[in-house]
């Protein structure tokens, strides 16, 4: 068996993940169809909406969720080589920047306002995506 080139390796990576993500988006909008049906927002029969103000405001919170979903997990996917990588430029002598896109204060803020103040006490505060999941 012949092995590839690694610049091919990481294509046929990012074509599968490509791949995977929109059998994901077709998967996330059929449940949030079913969603929309089973609050009654929208018509099972018909398909018609019954609250549009309603859908509106189901859909901006469904996509906002899901956004920060996977803006978490591509960062995650991308710091185990990003770590050491950064190792390597240290070591070499070389300055590092790290642009954060996101501190996920909102998030942490969230999280604070839902706790008790025995809770914050003994803090723990879960930031990873698993709530979405």
Do not use: H, W
Request: hydrophobic fraction near 40%; proline fraction near 3%; charge should be negative.
């Amino acid at each position: 068996m012949t092995s590839l080139p690694d610049d091919q390796v990481l294509q046929l990576r990012a074509i599968k993940s490509e791949r995977c993500a929109a059998s994901d988006r077709n998967t996330c909008a059929r449940s949030s169809e079913s969603a929309l049906e089973a609050t009654r927002i929208v018509d099972t029969d018909s398909g018609e909406t019954l609250n549009s103000g309603a859908k509106s405001a189901a859909l901006s919170v469904f996509e906002g969720t899901k956004q920060r979903f996977f803006a978490q997990l591509l960062l995650s996917m991308k710091l185990p080589s990003l770590l050491p990588a950064i190792d390597t430029a240290l070591a070499d002598g070389n300055a590092v920047v790290v642009q954060l896109v996101s501190t996920a204060e909102a998030m942490l803020n969230r999280r604070l306002a839902d706790l008790s103040d025995a809770e914050r006490e003994a803090l723990e505060i879960d930031l990873s995506p698993r709530e979405y999941v």
